[in-house]
Nanobody, 120 residues
Framework: QVQLVESGGGLVQPGGSLRLSCAAS????????MGWYRQAPGKQRELVAT???????NYADSVKGRFTISRDNAKNMVYLQMNSVKPEDTAVYYC??????????????WGQGTQVTVSS
């Protein structure tokens, strides 16, 4: 019952920048991990970047050096700064959060996705 809402997607030119945001709401005790995944037409959903409590991050090789994930724990938000975007980045981007709604009661929630299209 934790809900995630993404924003910031849209059309961007190759080499440009885009910033995605995701806000979590609902009955949340704690969020231990937040991340971004993407799915292009005809392909499986893949990890883009994740971050856990404490600041550790993990990036797909294809986006290292170009994308940056950040998190605002106080606001239950996560961001994805996308720089130097390429046409291959075109996909539906999904926000993911994992944590607990109460002690010993975990949750894993997905947002509905936001379309990112990189084209001239």
């Amino acid at each position: 019952q934790v809900q995630l809402v993404e924003s910031g997607g849209g059309l961007v030119q190759p080499g440009g920048s885009l910033r995605l945001s995701c806000a979590a709401s609902g009955s949340i005790f704690s969020i231990n991990r937040m991340g971004w995944y993407r799915q292009a037409p005809g392909k499986q959903r893949e990890l883009v970047a994740t971050t856990i409590t404490g600041g550790s991050t993990n990036y797909a090789d294809s986006v290292k050096g170009r994308f940056t994930i950040s998190r605002d724990n106080a606001k239950n938000m996560v961001y994805l700064q996308m720089n130097s975007v390429k046409p291959e980045d075109t996909a539906v981007y999904y926000c993911k959060a994992d944590g607990y709604v109460a002690a010993l009661i975990p949750f894993g929630s997905w947002g509905q996705g936001t379309q990112v299209t990189v084209s001239s």
